[in-house]
């Protein structure tokens, strides 16, 4: 790890002014993703500004929304009762990540933050337009089980590693940022990004521009609600591929649908199509089926992940049987 | 060490800044000028690393175990790497360094987290018990008691990281039933293979109710 | 019957006797030895897999502040053990040589050890290494097993001696196969796995004085290694120390000295202060060996009513291309089954890769996954339940030796093992059984290793107040080494257990070979028994000496003088009680001591002495998604006497963990284009956690194999493992129709 510059902060400005001060300088929180692709020098900030101190760790009811503080742990929004009762996909979907240590160390800001864990991205030994654009995409004709089906671009076929931002997709939830030129609301669809020509980027953020906060919209989403992480084993892995489901069901009858999925592509996946398919029909295995094969249209499959045109929709299917039929 | 800033003062910052950007610029600047890309950004990465060793050095304070400490600390060191290398407290362990195996966990405020995920300078003021400080002279805390009855270990390398994490994990209210404490402790890696017996201990643990 | 089984819960066994230590983190590893003027080296590995390295740029890191070394085959001092000649002088020259450090500019691997970087701080030295930059003139690799596999060759060691364990085999008719009435013909392959104990391999390389070496090194055997290092250096053996007195989990990789200890034993020379070196967990899968990508087929032939014709069993498994490793992956095929007809082929491949070496259950493993799945696919083609299946072909003699067992208890196992998974609820027919979406199956197979026993020596040492001290070279890598051998002797002395030591893992100690091939307690435990009934030998007579009514204790026998209460006594008679202290006050001695030494003896021309296993698994798979979660095991070990329980049972639970590695998620992928690991994290290289691991209940026959050593035992920690993953595949085919033969088993092959 090169050395680098390191200074504490507590309130957003200063943060920014910080950050903005120097090249190269990153904002640190959690430090679970960051210290580890610094570790491999695979980052190298010259300088980390330590927002901890900055106080964005509430979780509160305001309004029609739930607005969660950026600095919220993982753990802390996970057990959160407020959470637990008015956006249990939420609370799902974190403790469906990482482990409890990792969780108790993650915030909400940083797991947006989550780099890719490509495997050539991983390794500076190997190409990567991410890591270093122009090198070449290692993964296109490589070992690609674990990447992207949806989105995908010559230049990257990386996914998003995020449980997290599953659900917030699916929830329609609102990114508030505060950097240089003030504050600013994005649509969590809009926060990430595909990868296009610029695989380096993940996402939407300008620069020296950091997250304050989530918003999540109340919704009628308290109940038949499930996200469903298919892994290589029991617990502690990345998604295969991964899906958060929540329904409103009265009378049988679909009255609103959320869908999204993780493990296929450079962004959280929402799945408006197949939500619309949903709506306003019966909670049967033939709606879900249906709904899940209108889900993997325009789905691209390479040598080692062609599974996932099957596992994908499979996945759907029983996350919205688990959501119809909560344990 | 007297070239020591604090990161808490942002005077320094822009002291250390403004030395910093004045010895990149001045020394290197022909050299860059000339140079690709490539062994230019090595060479500043280079003296870079000259300049932050000579004065980047950061105070820290922190409670370890119970007891007090005043260092001394470059920012990349991690909490992990000072508790083994620099204090000797090499009950904690370095499984993979990437988070990956909980063999380095530790207690930072009562809560688990991982000490190689973590630069040490991000603990400033704050608590941290590692597993040197869970027995009271020559009383083991009832899990380290457990661990033995159960054989919850073999190579007992995971042991320290694994006893901490179970502490925590009950503390959570995450050992309600065997599922619940497979599923919580999951972040911690035994390849001797000795979950179940690591389950009956925690359960254990849990039932006779004691505060941990 | 049942009472030759007991259940770990029932069972009062000794605590692990360095449990305290290992909860409170007393225990020391090889890396945590803090040395007066420590040093840190961190190593820099090769980015290409095959070629030479043209040059190497090392003025960056020798400027980084802190950066006392930078050291490559440019700079490196002479290994005087390598220069000797051409071959390792370790090695018998057929098998290659082992890879040298800094020896040359060539390039064997990607992520060969290249360059080492030693500085003041380990921060220090991993940034210094980070700037080293080195160019290489590459050649074409080979790394890919499929593409090449038509390259196999009979291992050297084979070619020289037709009977060695690796060459053809063949019994009966070699075309048995062909006129069978039913038959099975399959392929299955293991992919690369890797040890990955939790400890990183580490090594702190002390040079006392010029010729006076000390290392803290994570090996499983110290003595092999103080031969090994006192050769490379030209040294009398007794100048090397080598000090493991814990070892953080190895499962075999600890059993072969690797480049990373002699790179750290020259930066000592080089730097003149003591250095430690850590390897990374990638490194872990690059320059420690692994367990060999595996291909292997069975055809195998059956009479109608189940009694098995022949079987032909081919194996080709992957080395490097400098080093020839083998492993007895079909040793169990020619022994385990009453066929009359078999052939067995072993092959090696040679690739651009670093050399496998040992992974716990060796060969046996790799070939037990094709021997049991291929027993399953018979009995099911048969329609015969695959328990009735092995014992109708059970041999109660070895057919491949022609010798009879020393003993052989797998009925037993099979029975009472059947009873405790539910083998009553497994119906015949794949996806019969389910649990609302999830499909329910149950399978079994079989495990085997030989009762292997080795010279080990004990020094013992009584003192007055009745504690017994006992020294041993002999590492202890999990199992309980130590609180096995405690329980030994005071099962031997009747002396209570807290107040007997037992210390290893110092070459300095008497002698032992490697803790590995489930030796052991078979071969340690012997020297233990041996040094203990010598000390009581001196005792009777020191004791008969004094006349009166201790005269009896001349014509005792040495196995009934026993420690009582603390009090000497002859067992099972009203003798003279004496106390120990009195004794040694009588005598003017402080202490008596004795050195006993125990090796094999003829009984293994005249048996065949195995150790057995049989393991059940229930396992769940979900319709849909493919999901796999193994709900039970039942394991069962006919491991001779079983000396301490406790930790007894702690080794099958950990075989059984990682059988259910080994068939569901383990595999270490190489992107051959690049000839490098893509899967090198735990991260991407699964091993089991908590979640994946069910209940495994465990039973042991405890019954002596004597003939196999005095202590009885047969040994565990292979049979552990081996024949967990066929038994978890066979379920998995019970429970979902789908043969996979091809490791490991993912949710994405099974929809």
């Not at chain 3, 069975?298 to 009513?305: C, E, L, S, V, Y």
């Not at chain 3, 009581?536 to 005269?551: D, H, P, V, Y």
């Not at chain 3, 003088?561 to 004794?583: M, R």
């Not at chain 3, 003896?601 to 979900?622: G, L, P, T, W």
């Amino acid at each position: 790890m090169i050395q680098f510059q390191y200074v504490r902060t507590s309130t957003p400005k200063a943060a920014v002014d910080a950050v903005s001060k120097a090249q190269n300088a990153r904002f640190i929180a959690g430090g679970t993703n960051l210290v580890d692709l610094m570790k491999r020098d695979i980052m190298k900030p010259e300088k980390l500004v330590d927002i901890n101190n900055i106080p964005l760790k509430g979780i509160e009811q305001q309004g029609n929304k739930i607005v969660i503080g950026a600095l919220a742990l993982n753990s802390q929004v996970a057990d959160n009762k407020l959470v637990q009762e008015k956006l249990p996909l939420l609370s799902q979907s974190l403790n469906a990540g990482a482990s409890a240590q990792i969780r108790n160390m993650a915030t909400v800001g940083g797991n947006m933050m989550q780099r890719t864990r490509c495997n050539y991205f991983y390794d500076t030994a190997m190409p990567c337009n991410k890591r270093e654009p122009g090198s070449g995409c290692g993964a296109l004709e490589g070992f690609n089980r674990m990447h992207a089906i949806f989105g995908t671009s010559e230049k990257c076929i990386a996914v998003h590693p995020s449980d997290m931002c599953i659900a917030l997709v699916a929830l329609d939830a609102t990114v508030v940022t505060t950097g240089p030129k003030g504050e600013r609301r994005i649509p969590f669809s809009e926060f990430h990004r595909l990868p296009g020509d610029n695989p380096e980027k993940d996402n939407n953020l300008m620069e020296n521009e950091l997250i304050t906060a989530v918003e999540i919209p109340d919704n009628a989403f308290t109940r038949n609600v499930h996200y469903l992480k298919i892994r290589d084993r029991a617990s502690y892995a990345f998604a295969v591929v991964s899906v958060a489901a929540a329904l409103h069901i009265e009378n049988n009858t679909i009255k609103d649908a959320r869908l999204a999925m993780g493990g296929v592509s450079h962004k959280p996946w929402r799945l408006t199509g197949a939500e619309k398919a949903l709506i306003g029909k019966p909670a049967s295995e033939e709606t879900f089926r249906n709904a899940a094969n209108i889900a993997m249209e325009g789905a691209k499959t390479f040598k080692y992940n062609a599974f996932k045109l099957k596992l994908g929709p499979n996945t759907i299917v029983q996350a919205l049987k688990n959501a119809a039929e909560p344990v | 060490m007297g070239d020591n800033h604090n990161p808490d003062q942002p005077e320094n910052e822009s002291f250390a800044e403004s030395r910093r950007n004045f010895l990149k610029n001045s020394s290197l600047l022909t050299a860059i000028a000339v140079t690709p890309g490539v062994v230019a950004k090595a060479a500043e990465n280079d003296l870079g690393e000259k300049i932050a060793s000579a004065f980047e050095k950061v105070p820290l304070k922190m409670e370890i175990n119970g007891v007090k400490q005043q260092l001394s600390v470059e920012p990349r060191v991690t909490l992990l790497d000072l508790l083994r290398e620099q204090l000797n407290l090499t009950g904690t362990k370095k499984g993979c360094d990437y988070g990956q195996c909980g063999a380095c966990t530790v207690h930072v405020n009562g809560q688990r987290v991982l000490s190689c995920l973590s630069l040490a300078v991000m603990h400033e003021g704050q608590k941290i018990t590692t597993i040197e400080g869970l027995a009271k002279g020559d009383q083991l805390h009832p899990m380290q008691e457990a661990f033995i009855k159960h054989d919850g270990f073999q190579c007992g390398y995971c042991t320290p990281g694994q006893i901490m994490s179970a502490i925590a994990c009950i503390r959570e209210g995450h050992a309600e039933n065997e599922a619940d404490i497979r599923e919580f402790m999951s972040g911690n890696i035994c390849r001797c293979g000795a979950y179940p017996n690591i389950v009956d201990a925690i359960t254990e643990v849990k039932n006779n109710g004691q505060k941990l | 019957m049942n009472e030759a089984f007991f259940d770990k819960k029932d069972y009062k066994s000794l605590d692990r006797v360095d449990g305290r230590l290992k909860v409170t983190g007393a225990a020391r590893y090889s890396a945590e030895y803090q040395l007066s003027g420590l040093v840190y080296a961190v190593l820099v590995e090769s980015k290409i897999a095959k070629g030479t390295i043209k040059s190497i740029d090392s003025k960056a890191a020798e400027r980084a502040p802190g950066v006392l070394a930078v050291i490559s085959h440019v700079n490196a001092i002479k290994v005087p053990g390598y220069q000797t000649s051409n071959q390792h002088p370790s090695e018998p020259p057929v098998n290659g040589q082992p890879l040298r450090a800094f020896y040359d500019n060539n390039v064997y691997y990607n992520g060969q050890p290249v360059a080492v970087v030693v500085a003041s701080t380990l921060e220090k030295a991993q940034y210094g290494a980070s700037l080293v930059k080195i160019q290489y003139e590459k050649e074409q690799h080979k790394t890919d097993f499929d593409a090449n596999m038509e390259s196999a060759v009979l291992p050297a060691q084979a070619k020289k001696n037709p009977k060695s364990p690796v060459a053809d085999y063949s019994r009966g008719d070699k075309n048995a196969f062909a006129n069978a009435p039913v038959k099975i013909d399959a392929e299955y392959v293991l992919p690369t796995e890797v040890h990955n104990p939790m400890e990183l391999q580490a090594i702190t390389a002390h040079w006392e004085a010029e010729d006076k070496l000390t290392v803290y090194d994570k090996v499983q055997g110290t003595q092999p290694t103080q031969k090994q290092f006192a050769k490379e250096w030209n040294l009398p053996p007794e100048n090397v120390k080598v000090i493991a007195t814990f070892v953080g989990g190895a499962f075999g990789n600890g059993l072969h000295n690797w480049p990373h200890e002699t790179a750290a034993i020259i930066a000592a020379k080089q730097v003149k202060k003591p250095v430690k070196l850590v390897l990374t967990r990638e490194q872990m899968f690059t320059m420690v060996g692994y367990r060999p990508y595996t291909w292997q087929k069975i055809q195998m032939g059956a009479t109608k009513d189940g009694k098995l014709v022949a079987i032909n069993h081919e194996s080709v498994g992957q080395t490097s291309s400098y080093e020839e490793f083998t492993e007895s992956t079909l040793q169990q095929t020619r022994m385990m089954y009453a066929s009359p007809n078999i052939n067995t082929r072993y092959r090696i491949l040679k690739l651009d890769v670093s050399t496998p070496i040992w992974m716990r259950g060796p060969g046996e493993a790799t070939g037990a996954f094709a021997l049991e799945s291929a027993m399953d696919e018979m009995a099911f083609s048969l329609n015969i339940d695959p328990i009735e299946f092995r014992l109708m072909n059970y041999t109660d003699s070895d057919p491949d030796k022609q010798l009879p067992w020393s003993t052989k208890y797998l009925k037993e196992c099979y029975d009472a093992g059947k009873e405790k998974i539910g083998w009553e609820k497994r119906k015949m027919q794949p996806g019969s059984v389910r649990s609302g979406e999830w499909l329910v199956g149950y399978g079994m197979g079989t495990g085997t290793f030989g009762a292997n026993r080795g010279v080990a020596a004990v020094r013992a040492e009584l003192d007055a107040e009745g504690n017994l001290l006992m020294q041993c070279a002999i590492t202890d890598i999990g199992p309980g080494t130590g609180t096995a051998m405690v329980q030994i002797a005071s099962n031997t002395t009747g002396i209570a257990t807290d107040k007997i030591t037992f210390q290893l893992g110092n070459s300095q100690f008497p002698k032992a070979g490697n803790q590995g091939g489930s030796s052991t307690v078979n071969s340690v435990g012997p020297a233990v028994q041996a040094a203990c009934n010598a000390l009581k030998e001196q005792l009777k007579t020191m004791i008969a000496s004094n006349g009166g009514s201790q005269a009896a204790f001349a014509s005792a026998k040495t196995d009934d003088i026993l420690f009582v209460n603390g009090q000497i006594q002859i067992a099972g008679s009203d003798s003279a009680k004496v106390d120990i202290g009195t004794l040694f006050k009588q005598n003017n001695i402080r202490k008596i001591e004795t050195t006993q030494e125990s090796k094999p003896d003829e009984n293994r021309n005249k048996y065949s002495m195995y150790a057995f296993s049989m393991h059940f698994a229930e396992v769940h798979v979900h319709s849909l998604t493919g999901q796999i979660r193994v709900k039970k095991v039942v394991c069962c070990a006919d491991a001779g006497t079983i000396i301490s329980p406790k930790t007894a049972a702690n080794q099958m639970i950990g075989g059984a963990t990682g059988g259910i590695g080994m068939a569901l998620m383990e595999s270490a992928i190489i992107d051959h284009r690049f000839g490098r690991y893509v899967t090198k994290d735990f991260a991407e290289y699964h091993v089991p956690v908590h979640a994946d691991v069910p209940h495994v209940e465990v039973f042991f026959v405890n019954k002596p194999d004597t003939l196999a050593d005095p202590v009885g035992s047969k040994g565990l920690g292979e049979i552990a493992i081996i024949g967990v993953a066929p038994a978890i595949a066979n379920a998995i085919f019970n429970a979902t129709g789908k043969r996979i033969r091809e490791l490991p088993i993912t949710p994405d092959k099974l929809i």
